[in-house]
């Protein structure tokens, strides 16, 4: 797994992170996921392609923390994200998110890493959403 | 047994090309007990005026503050203990109201029960590009937040519909997900009771420009767990 690449599971999965937090919401099942900190800031790197191996390096360096430490860390994250399918395999040919972007860890200590699994809205991010309303009118012009 | 009255609000705006349809199918109901209120935002294609010509019908004139502020208007002059809405292009069965009030009747612990709908494409409309079938049944058809009938009890309790300015499109989904945080249950009838209508004019905002005020929705309910 170490060599191996990732990617976010798009379009199934969408993700939004915001001042140190992570939402990932699943299209598909209606759940949704949380993490925060460290935990987000591997989503972010894994998620941009980067390696198990690499993502610890850069928790490693980032948070002050032993590499082995945050290389199991790492694998047991990535196992997670993979089982909860949010996290999928670079295949040669998929788009990239061209590379990691730079970590913003605002404030956080480390905290072993973690993703949060919600399914209580599962069945209201399911509806459907459709309706028309640009200020021009209702029904308006997609423009 | 008096039946018990239902309001609904339709809100529109330069919605004339539809809006016809759509009252025709709300004065059609076989419920006996509907209060129709249409809010018009200003329309200058005559919404308002052809919403008037229609017996039975109440017209709120305002100015465009959004379609979420339109539908609060259309609840402060609601007269029903039962509130639904729809839209100006889309069309309700004529079993609609009548369906959802037996349900609340029969399930008074419930706060809002939904319903499915069926897709109808206008002629020559393209297939939108939004337009996916659903993930739980796999059909085009899906369910709207729109297609609820609401307990008046629900808004007294969560106040109205939050702005449009944040919440983009969701603002529907932001309402339900207070309504299930609060603990006021939502119920599903399977039936398809609305129509909804692809002209190729319709917005989503579920395509990935328009997520953001997903996320916010979300995140504003994860926080508010915690």
Same mark, same amino acid.
């Given at each position: 797994?170490?060599?191996?690449?990732?990617?976010?599971?798009?379009?199934?999965?969408?993700?939004?992170?915001?001042?140190?937090? *992570?939402?990932?919401?699943?299209?598909?099942?209606?759940?949704?996921?949380?993490?925060?900190?460290?935990?987000?800031?591997?989503?972010?790197?894994?998620?941009?392609?980067?390696?198990?191996?690499?993502?610890?390096?850069?928790?490693?360096?980032?948070?002050?923390?032993?590499?082995?430490?945050?290389?199991?860390?790492?694998?047991?994250?990535?196992?997670?994200?993979?089982?909860?399918?949010?996290?999928?395999?670079?295949?040669?040919?998929?788009?990239?998110?061209?590379?990691?972007?730079?970590?913003?860890?605002?404030?956080?200590?480390?905290?072993?890493?973690?993703?949060?699994?919600?399914?209580?809205?599962?069945?209201?991010?399911?509806?459907?959403?459709?309706?028309?309303?640009?200020?021009?009118?209702?029904?308006?012009?997609?423009? | 047994?008096?039946?018990?009255?239902?309001?609904?609000?339709?809100?529109?705006?330069?919605?004339?090309?539809?809006?016809?349809?759509?009252?025709?199918?709300?004065?059609?109901?076989?419920?006996?007990?509907?209060?129709?209120?249409?809010?018009?935002?200003?329309? *200058?294609?005559?919404?308002?005026?052809?919403?008037?010509? &229609?017996?039975?019908?109440?017209?709120?004139?305002?100015?465009? !503050?959004?379609?979420?502020?339109?539908?609060?208007?259309?609840?402060?002059?609601?007269?029903?203990?039962?509130?639904?809405?729809?839209?100006?292009?889309?069309?309700?069965?004529?079993?609609?109201?009548?369906?959802?009030?037996?349900?609340?009747?029969?399930?008074?612990?419930?706060?809002?029960?939904?319903?499915?709908?069926?897709?109808?494409?206008?002629?020559?409309?393209?297939?939108?590009?939004?337009?996916?079938?659903?993930?739980?049944?796999?059909?085009?058809?899906?369910?709207?937040?729109?297609?609820?009938?609401?307990?008046?009890?629900?808004?007294?309790?969560?106040?109205?519909?939050?702005?449009?300015?944040?919440?983009?499109?969701?603002?529907?989904?932001?309402?339900?997900?207070?309504?299930?945080?609060?603990?006021?249950?939502?119920?599903?009838? !399977?039936?398809?009771?609305?129509?909804?209508?692809?002209?190729?004019?319709?917005?989503?905002?579920?395509?990935?420009?328009?997520?953001?005020?997903? &996320?916010?929705?979300?995140?504003?309910?994860?926080?508010?767990? *915690?």
């Amino acid at each position: 797994m170490a060599a191996m690449r990732f990617r976010s599971n798009k379009p199934r999965m969408v993700d939004e992170t915001v001042d140190g937090e *992570t939402l990932i919401i699943d299209m598909v099942s209606g759940s949704y996921f949380s993490c925060v900190g460290a935990s987000a800031a591997a989503w972010i790197a894994l998620s941009h392609g980067a390696t198990a191996a690499e993502t610890a390096r850069l928790l490693s360096s980032t948070y002050r923390i032993a590499t082995s430490e945050a290389e199991r860390d790492v694998e047991q994250f990535v196992a997670t994200l993979l089982g909860d399918e949010v996290l999928v395999v670079l295949e040669e040919g998929d788009p990239t998110n061209g590379g990691p972007p730079a970590l913003d860890t605002p404030g956080h200590e480390y905290q072993p890493l973690r993703l949060e699994r919600y399914t209580d809205l599962a069945d209201l991010i399911l509806l459907d959403p459709v309706h028309d309303v640009s200020v021009a009118g209702w029904p308006s012009r997609h423009e | 047994m008096t039946p018990v009255l239902v309001s609904v609000i339709v809100p529109v705006l330069n919605g004339a090309r539809f809006l016809g349809e759509c009252l025709g199918s709300l004065i059609a109901q076989d419920h006996p007990a509907l209060d129709i209120v249409v809010v018009d935002a200003g329309s *200058t294609d005559g919404s308002a005026q052809l919403a008037e010509g &229609f017996s039975g019908v109440r017209v709120l004139r305002r100015a465009n !503050e959004g379609l979420s502020a339109s539908r609060n208007a259309g609840l402060g002059a609601a007269a029903g203990p039962l509130i639904g809405f729809c839209d100006s292009d889309d069309v309700w069965k004529p079993d609609k109201a009548r369906r959802q009030v037996e349900y609340l009747e029969a399930h008074p612990d419930v706060g809002v029960v939904l319903c499915r709908q069926d897709t109808m494409f206008e002629p020559g409309a393209a297939w939108p590009d939004w337009l996916r079938p659903d993930q739980v049944r796999g059909d085009l058809d899906g369910v709207s937040p729109t297609s609820g009938l609401f307990r008046r009890a629900v808004f007294d309790r969560l106040g109205g519909f939050r702005g449009m300015d944040q919440l983009g499109t969701e603002f529907d989904l932001e309402l339900l997900i207070r309504a299930r945080a609060a603990g006021l249950p939502i119920a599903l009838l !399977e039936d398809a009771l609305c129509v909804r209508r692809i002209h190729g004019d319709n917005l989503t905002s579920r395509s990935e420009p328009f997520l953001a005020p997903m &996320f916010k929705v979300v995140r504003d309910h994860l926080r508010s767990r *915690t």
